[in-house]
C-alpha cells in the first residue's frame, strides 16, 4: 500500500480543512526531495493574499518548483507597478501575479448614464489595468498572470444586471473581455480566470462578507486552495511540467463492463443506455485531449486479442490508431507503465494513469510515485472532474502548430504514398504545386518563430536558442534582416516551417541562424529562402553573405549546407565549425525552380 | 462540552496550525505568549475552530476573539444555543 501523506490533501478534490491546519507539516514533507526549479514570484494584491501565498507554495512546491515570494502591501497592486519600486526590482519577479477582483472595480456606473458614458467608463478601467500590464513589461519583462472578475454576490437589477448596460453583471463581463483581448495580443500575459472558478465553486461559497469585512480576504477560506490551484496550474505549464500523455485501462474506465466476461457485444459504450453514453462522453473528453496534442496509451491486465476486440468495437470513439502505445498483457501495470514511458521517450512523470481499480491505483503509486494518479473512484460520470480539475494537461497558451501538428503528420503520409507514382524527383516537386510565403518577420508569427528556433536540432546552422523578447529585439533592429518562411502544397499548409536570421556589419550580412523544420526537408524550400535572402540583401546594399556552421550531434545533415547553396570555404575547425562567403553576384539567378514564392 | 474538553480540542488546533507538538495552551495564553500568533495564524486559528466545532462565529464575534478565554467562553456559549 501507498504511504499515506498529508500532502495527498492537495491532490483534488483539495482537503481544504487539512491543507490550512496543516500547511507547515505538509511543505516540509514536500521539502524532502531532491531538485525543484527556484521561481521568483511577486503577488500584488487588491485585497488580502498571505493565505493564498502560502498554499499556493505548497502546490508549486509538489510540482517541483520552489517559489521565492514578494508581496505587495495591502491592496497597493497599483501603487507598486506604476511608481518606482526598488524593492520590487532587486527582487526581479519572474512571475508578477496580480490578484484583483470585483472588489477592485474602481468605476461604477450612474442610472442615468448614456450609452456613450458607459462605453467610456468600461474603457476606462480597462486602461487602467492596461497601464499596469503595460508597465510591467517595460520595467519587469516577466510573465504577468492576471485575474479576472467574478460575478458579485447580488445584484440590485436582478435579471437586468446582466444585459441593461448599467448592470454591474454587464461591466463585469465587458471588462473580463478586455482582459481577454489583451492575453489575445500579448505573449507572457495570462489569465486566472476566476470568473469560472467562482462560478464552479458557487458564488454563494466564494464570497464570504464576514472575511471580507474582517480580514480584507476576498475570497472565503474554503476557496483559497482552488484558488491556489488554479495558479499554479498556469505557473507549471508556462515552465513544461503539464503531463503529456494519459494512460488508460481499459475495462470500466474507457467502456463498462469486462471485455473478457461479457464479450465485445455487451460492453457497454455507444448511446444505447446511460452508462453507455456515459462510458462515451468520457471517451470524447479523452480525445479531445489528444486535439490538444496529448498521448494516449493502453494499460490493461487483458490476453492481447481481447483487449483489440474489445478496441475494435464500432461504437467506441477512440479507435486503436488514436493510441501510441498499447500494452495489453497479464504483467503488472507499474511494469508496462515503464514500457511505454520508454517507447515514446518521456518520463515517468510525464505520464497520468486513469484506473477504476484503487488496488490497482495503489499499487501504481507505490512502485512509481512519478507518475499522476488521480483517485478517481469507479463511478465514470466522475472519470472527466477528475482530469478536468485536476488540470494535468492543461497548455500555458496553443501556438497554431501544436493544434495542426497531428494533421501535419497525416498529410506526410499521403505525400509520401504519391512520390511513389514518380519516377522522377524533380516531377514529383513540380507535382506538388508548392507556395511560399518568404517575408520579414511580423508580430503575429513571433511566437512561432521562437518556437522553431528553440526546438529545431536537425536543419539547424549554429543552433543558438534566442528567449522571445530577444526575437523581438532582433525583428526590431535595422540592422538585421530576419525573414520567415511558410509552404502550402496540395496536401495541406506546412506552417511556417523556415527562418533566417542575419546581421549587418558594413558591406557583409552575418547569418546567425537558419532553421527549417524537418517537415519539410527535400523541397527545395532551403534554395526558395536563399533567394529571398539575397534579393533582400541587394535592397540593403550587403554585397557579401557570411555563413557559419557549428557542429552538434544532430545537425551533421546541414554540414555541407553552404557548399550546396555555392558560398566558398574560409576558414575550418575540423569537427567543429567551418565559415563560408558568398559573394553576391550583379546578375543572380534563382536557384529554386519549383516553389512559388509571395506570389 | 466543558471548559476543559474544548480547551483540549483547541490544543489539537493551535499544535497544528503553530506546528509545534509540544504546545501546551492554558486558559490565559493569549497572543504575546505565542511568538507566531500573527493577525494572520489567528484567522487560521478561527477557520480551524469554526470546522472543528461546526459553528460560525458571527461578524461582531470574530472582533471579540482575542486569546484562549475569550474563545473557550464564546464555544462553549455558540455549542450551548
Redesign the interface.
Known amino acids: 500500500m501507498a504511504q499515506k501523506f498529508y500532502k495527498n490533501c492537495l491532490d483534488y478534490p483539495f482537503q481544504v ?1 487539512l491543507i ?3 500547511k ?2 505538509i511543505k516540509r514533507e514536500l521539502l524532502d526531495r531532491e531538485t525543484f526549479i527556484e521561481k521568483r514570484i511577486a503577488i500584488l494584491g487588491g485585497s488580502t493574499t ?2 493564498i501565498k502560502d498554499i499556493l507554495d505548497l502546490f508549486l512546491l509538489k510540482e517541483g518548483i520552489q517559489a521565492r515570494f514578494y508581496e505587495s502591501e495591502f491592496n497597493k497592486y497599483y501603487e507598486d507597478i506604476l511608481f518606482e519600486n526598488p524593492s520590487l526590482e532587486d527582487f526581479k519577479p519572474d512571475i508578477i501575479y496580480i490578484h484583483t477582483t470585483e472588489k477592485n472595480i474602481l468605476v461604477s456606473t450612474k442610472i442615468t448614464d448614456s450609452v456613450e458614458e458607459i462605453e467610456r467608463i468600461i474603457q476606462d478601467e480597462i486602461a487602467r489595468f492596461t497601464s499596469i500590464w503595460d508597465s510591467i513589461n517595460r520595467d519587469y519583462n516577466c510573465i504577468i498572470i492576471q485575474n479576472n472578475f467574478e460575478l458579485p454576490r447580488t445584484r440590485v437589477f436582478g435579471n437586468l444586471d446582466c444585459w441593461d448596460i448599467h448592470g454591474r453583471s454587464y461591466l463585469i463581463q465587458k471588462l473580463n473581455s478586455g482582459f481577454a483581448h489583451y492575453a489575445q495580443a500579448n505573449h507572457n500575459f495570462y489569465i486566472n480566470d476566476i470568473h469560472y472558478l467562482s462560478a464552479w465553486f458557487g458564488l454563494e461559497k466564494w464570497h464570504d ?3 471580507w ?3 480584507r ?1 476576498a475570497v472565503s ?1 474554503d476557496a483559497i486552495a482552488l484558488l491556489s490551484h488554479n495558479i499554479a496550474k498556469i505557473i507549471r505549464a508556462i515552465y513544461g511540467k503539464q503531463k503529456k500523455c494519459l494512460v488508460l485501462d481499459l475495462d470500466n474506465t474507457i467502456w463498462g463492463g469486462v471485455i473478457g466476461d461479457d464479450g465485445p457485444d455487451n460492453i457497454q459504450i455507444g448511446k444505447e443506455t446511460a452508462i453507455a453514453e456515459a462510458y462515451s462522453a468520457f471517451q470524447q473528453y479523452v480525445k479531445d485531449l489528444q486535439g490538444l496534442g496529448i498521448l494516449l496509451a493502453v494499460c490493461t491486465k487483458n490476453n492481447f486479442d481481447i483487449a483489440k476486440e474489445g478496441i475494435n468495437h464500432p461504437d467506441n470513439i477512440l479507435k486503436h490508431k488514436d493510441f501510441v502505445s498499447f500494452k495489453a498483457n497479464w504483467d503488472p501495470k507499474y511494469v508496462n507503465i515503464k514500457g511505454i514511458a520508454e517507447e515514446i521517450n518521456i518520463g515517468l512523470d510525464s505520464l497520468v494513469f486513469i484506473d477504476d481499480n484503487p488496488a490497482e491505483r495503489d499499487l501504481m503509486r507505490a512502485q512509481v510515485p512519478d507518475v499522476e494518479v488521480p483517485e478517481i473512484g469507479s463511478e465514470v460520470i466522475k472519470y472527466i472532474e477528475f482530469i478536468d480539475m485536476g488540470g494535468h494537461f492543461e497548455p500555458a497558451s496553443l501556438s497554431q502548430d501544436d493544434l495542426q501538428r497531428n494533421r501535419f503528420y497525416e498529410d506526410n503520409a499521403q505525400r509520401n504514398n504519391f512520390q511513389a507514382t514518380y519516377a522522377d524527383y524533380g516531377e514529383f516537386l513540380e507535382s506538388l504545386e508548392m507556395v511560399a510565403e518568404i517575408k520579414p518577420f511580423v508580430p503575429m508569427y513571433l511566437e512561432r518563430i521562437n518556437q522553431l528556433i528553440n526546438k529545431t536540432n536537425q536543419f539547424n546552422l549554429t543552433t543558438k536558442r534566442h528567449s522571445f523578447t530577444e526575437i523581438k529585439a532582433v525583428s526590431q533592429d535595422r540592422r538585421n534582416i530576419a525573414l520567415y518562411g511558410k509552404l502550402i502544397d496540395r496536401f495541406g499548409d506546412n506552417g511556417l516551417i523556415s527562418v533566417i536570421i542575419g546581421s549587418i556589419r558594413e558591406n557583409d550580412l552575418h547569418i546567425d541562424i537558419w532553421v527549417m523544420s524537418c517537415r519539410v526537408i527535400k523541397r527545395d524550400m532551403e534554395f526558395a529562402m536563399f533567394d529571398e535572402l539575397v534579393r533582400t540583401c541587394v535592397t540593403h546594399r550587403v554585397e557579401r553573405i557570411i555563413g557559419y556552421y557549428y557542429k552538434t550531434i544532430k545537425n551533421e545533415m546541414v554540414a555541407e549546407h553552404y557548399a550546396l547553396m555555392g558560398f566558398e570555404l574560409v576558414e575550418e575547425q575540423e569537427g567543429k565549425a567551418s565559415i563560408w562567403k558568398f559573394e553576391i553576384p550583379q546578375n543572380y539567378y534563382n536557384k529554386n525552380q519549383t516553389i512559388k514564392v509571395n506570389a | 462540552m466543558t471548559a476543559n474538553e474544548i480547551l483540549s480540542n483547541l490544543q489539537v ?1 493551535f499544535r ?4 509545534e507538538d509540544d504546545l501546551i495552551i492554558t486558559g490565559k495564553t493569549c497572543t504575546d505568549d505565542i511568538e507566531d500568533w500573527d ?2 495564524a489567528q ?2 486559528l478561527v ?2 475552530i469554526e ?1 472543528e466545532f461546526s459553528l ?4 461582531a464575534e ?2 471579540n476573539l482575542r486569546d484562549v478565554s475569550d474563545m473557550v467562553g464564546l464555544i462553549q456559549a455558540k455549542l450551548a444555543q
Open positions: 480543512d490550512h491546519k496543516k507547515k507539516l498571505s493565505e462578507k464576514r472575511f469585512y474582517s480580514y480576504y477560506y | 488546533i497544528d496550525v503553530f506546528d493577525s494572520l484567522i487560521n477557520v480551524a470546522k460560525k462565529f458571527t461578524l470574530l472582533a
